[in-house]
């Protein structure tokens, strides 16, 4: 099945995201993930400075998200212990949950190793990795326009879902409880052997802070 971030998510992607002068749908339209398709490889470094290829977890589910520790809907979902509570429920079922940071240098959210190390050890993440991305290829390779945007790539390498973490486009925490999380969601389906029910939806959050 080929889905499409369309037009009309993008746009709204943007409007939340108060994305400045940063083309999302150019981002988004020449980007070669496509939920039903097999997800584009990568090779980065973590934050201790290990290298990881999509290539090296063959045969487990992985769960990327995209991240920026200054944006406030980012903090919603970390500040709620919604993101690590995720991340440790994933993790302890084997899946792997890399978190990704595309933010170049100079640009809000742009991290080192070491910063990145700090901001894993206040936050209590619980991710198997967290990724440094300061050229942007791969956040442009699945597209990624917002922070968060997650996506949930199968044991085949195929890309199940992509977009929003949540049915609740805000950064008021409050929402958190009664919002739908998608990425559980698709977890469930995907160990229960079942085609993921809702595969994308729109991505809410800050613009990712990509090289001009």
Known sequence: MKVRLSTATLTLAAVLAGCGGVDLEAIAST???????AAPAFTL????????SLADFAGKTVVLEWTNHDCPFVKKHYGADNMQGQQRAATGDEVVWLTVN???????GHVDGARAEQIRTEARAAQTAYLLDPAGATGRAYGAVTTPHMYVIDPTG???YAGAIDSIP?????DIAT???YVPQALAELAAGQAVSVPVTRP?????KYAN
Do not use: K, M
């Open 179 to 181: 919002a739908t999380q």
């Open 31 to 37: 980007a070669p993930a496509r939920v039903g398709e």
């Open 45 to 52: 470094v973590d934050s201790t400075g290990r290298t990881h």
């Open 170 to 174: 805000s950064a008021n925490p409050g």
């Open 102 to 108: 595309s933010s170049a240098p100079g640009q809000q």
């Open 204 to 208: 809410y959050g800050c613009a990712v």
């Open 158 to 160: 195929v890309l199940r």
